[in-house]
C-alpha cells in the first residue's frame, strides 16, 4: 500500500483481501441502492468514492449516473485501483490519492460518498472537512460506518467472542473507532451538513451465505496488529480462527453483521462565514 500521509489503516492487503471486500459489497448492495434512491442520484450526476478500495460503491453509482454522469473512485492502495479499473464501465475514473488531502478541485462533485474509511483510518473530522470541500455547494455527503455491537452469532461460540474482542483491539490499538456509527449523524451535524438524514441496517447471515467467513476473514487482515499488539498469539489466533469456522459451518448457526449507518446531508450554499 502507498503510504497514506494521514490516518491509521491497520488492515493488511493480505491475499484474499479484495476478494473480502468485495463480498462484504455485496451483501450490502441493496441497502446503499436504499440510501442512493433516498438522496436522488440519478442520470447526469458526477460522484466521487472517496475510499473507494477495489471498486466500493462505484459501480452502483457508475448505474445510476448513466452515461452523461461521471463516476470518480479515489484510493490510497494502487493494487486496489488497478484491480478496480478491470471491466469498470467507462463513466468510472479511480485515481490514486490520499483521501484526507486530495489535491482535487474543491466544489465538483454532487454527491461524495465515503463507507469505512473514517472509522479503520481514523481522524473523521478530517475526512468530512476535505469531503465538504470537493462537494459543490448544496451538495451532498453521503457516510456510510459501522457499529460492532450488533456483530452477534446464535447460537453464541467462545472463538467468535474471541475473534470479536480481538479485531475491537486491533482498531482501539490503532486508535480508530470501529463503532462510529453511533457518533455519525451528530458529526454530520457539527461539521455544518443540513437536512442531515440517518438510516442505520444490518444483515443476518446464514452458514450457507457469501458473507459466512466476515469475522474469520477480516480478523485476518488485522493479524500484524493482532498478533504484534500482544492481543492474541499466533497460536491463540490460529485456534480461534479454526473453531469459528467450525462452529460458522453449522447449518443451524447465524449471526447478525454490525450495524451500519448510513448518514447524509447537504453542504452549505454559501460557505460559513
Ligand atoms: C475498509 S476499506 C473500504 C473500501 C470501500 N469503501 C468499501 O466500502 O468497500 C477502507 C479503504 O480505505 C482506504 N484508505 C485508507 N486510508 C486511506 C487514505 N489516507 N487515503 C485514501 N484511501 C485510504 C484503504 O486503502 C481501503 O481501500
Not at 77 to 87: C, M
Not at 209 to 226: A, F, K, M, N, Q
Request: hydrophobic share 40%.
Amino acid at each position: 500500500m502507498e503510504q497514506a500521509t494521514t490516518g491509521h489503516y491497520p488492515i493488511e492487503r493480505r491475499e484474499g483481501e479484495i476478494e473480502r471486500l468485495h463480498i462484504q459489497s455485496t451483501a450490502m448492495a441493496a441497502d446503499c441502492d436504499i440510501m442512493l434512491e433516498r438522496i436522488g442520484v440519478g442520470g447526469g450526476w458526477a460522484c466521487l468514492d472517496l475510499g473507494c478500495g477495489p471498486g466500493g460503491i462505484t459501480a452502483l453509482l457508475s448505474t445510476r449516473v448513466g452515461a452523461g454522469g461521471r463516476v470518480v473512485g479515489l484510493d490510497a492502495d494502487v493494487a486496489f485501483l488497478e484491480h478496480a479499473r478491470v471491466n469498470a464501465a467507462p463513466n468510472i475514473k479511480f485515481i490514486a490519492g490520499n483521501a484526507y488531502r486530495t489535491d482535487l478541485v474543491a466544489g465538483n462533485f454532487d454527491l461524495v460518498h465515503m463507507r469505512f474509511i473514517a472509522s479503520t483510518a481514523g481522524e473523521p473530522e478530517k475526512l468530512i472537512r476535505e469531503a465538504m470541500r470537493l462537494a459543490k455547494p448544496g451538495g451532498i455527503l453521503a457516510m456510510q460506518e459501522p457499529d460492532m455491537a450488533s456483530l452477534n452469532c446464535y447460537p453464541p461460540n467462545a472463538s467468535w467472542d474471541r475473534l470479536k474482542a480481538a479485531l475491537q483491539g486491533a482498531f482501539s490499538s490503532a486508535g480508530t473507532d470501529i463503532c462510529l456509527a453511533r457518533r455519525l449523524y451528530e458529526l454530520a451535524r457539527l461539521s455544518g451538513l443540513t437536512d442531515v438524514q440517518y438510516r442505520p441496517f444490518l444483515v443476518g447471515v446464514r452458514s450457507q451465505d457469501p458473507w459466512v467467513d466476515y469475522l474469520p476473514s477480516t480478523v485476518e487482515s488485522l493479524r500484524g496488529t493482532i498478533v504484534g499488539r500482544a492481543l492474541l498469539s499466533e497460536d491463540e489466533l490460529n485456534l480461534a480462527l479454526a473453531g469459528c469456522r467450525t462452529h460458522l459451518r453449522n447449518p443451524n448457526v447465524v449471526f447478525t453483521s454490525y450495524t451500519v449507518a448510513q448518514v447524509w446531508g447537504r453542504t452549505p450554499l454559501a460557505p460559513r462565514s
